[in-house]
T-cell receptor
């Protein structure tokens, strides 16, 4: 059972380049999330989705776009990468919005912008 | 807005020592509370949770009690092991917003 799978695991980009991070879950979860993790700041929500075809902004959405064309996949795009976007990115999913349901996390994508 | 504050780390302990990691929260309403653990190179894993006041979550020897009067959810373990070395995150889930709010994380290092 794979759970939540993120690709790639590592990437180095130059400023201004674009890329897409892929998150796939095999648990038939409705809700999916993208976070970034920076030292001393915990995890901050970038964008999230409450179902196929829907997306919404989180706490730090600027510079990112997302798409949820299929229920199992949630893509995070950087159109023009900036050094401030150097971070570790985590995808998570959960079955529904209920407060007692934990989120399941992928292993992260470590992204460096030079 | 909602927020979660954890004690700053790193916390360094010897094996078999007692562990406490403090966590306090601010929220409208009554959020569910979680502790997640992140081992090196991995994503976050749920460690334990509590969904209402006075609930005690427990797992793998770790415990935390939901204290509404002090808005706290401190993590404790009676005897830590080297394998407990990780980053621990406290989080609150708001039923109003449906979002999970994380503390900044506390690094625990246990030495043999």
């Amino acid at each position: 059972n794979a759970g939540v799978t993120q690709t790639p695991k590592f990437r180095v980009l130059k400023t201004g380049q674009s890329m897409t991070l892929l998150c796939a879950q095999d648990m038939n979860h409705e809700y999916m999330y993208w976070y970034r993790q920076d030292p001393g700041m915990g995890l901050r929500l970038i964008h999230y989705s409450v179902g196929e075809g829907t997306t919404a902004k989180g706490e730090v959405p600027d510079g990112y776009n997302v798409s949820r064309l299929k229920k199992q996949n949630f893509l995070l795009g950087l159109e023009s990468a900036a050094p401030s976007q150097t971070s570790v990115y985590f995808c998570a999913s959960t079955s529904f919005r209920g407060s007692n349901q934990p989120q399941h996390f992928g292993d992260g994508t470590r992204l460096s912008i030079l | 807005g909602d927020s979660v504050t954890q004690m700053e780390g790193p916390v360094t302990l010897s094996e078999e020592a007692f562990l406490t990691i403090n966590c306090t929260y601010t929220a409208t309403g009554y959020p569910s509370l979680f502790w997640y653990v992140q081992y090196p190179g991995e994503g976050l894993q749920l460690l334990l949770k509590a969904t209402k006041a006075d609930d005690k979550g427990s797992n793998k020897g770790f415990e935390a009690t939901y204290r509404k009067e002090t808005t706290s959810f401190h993590l404790e373990k009676g005897s830590v092991q080297v394998s407990d070395s990780a980053v621990y995150f406290c989080a609150s889930h708001s039923s109003n917003t449906g979002k999970l709010i994380f503390g900044q994380g506390t690094t625990l290092q246990v030495k043999p």
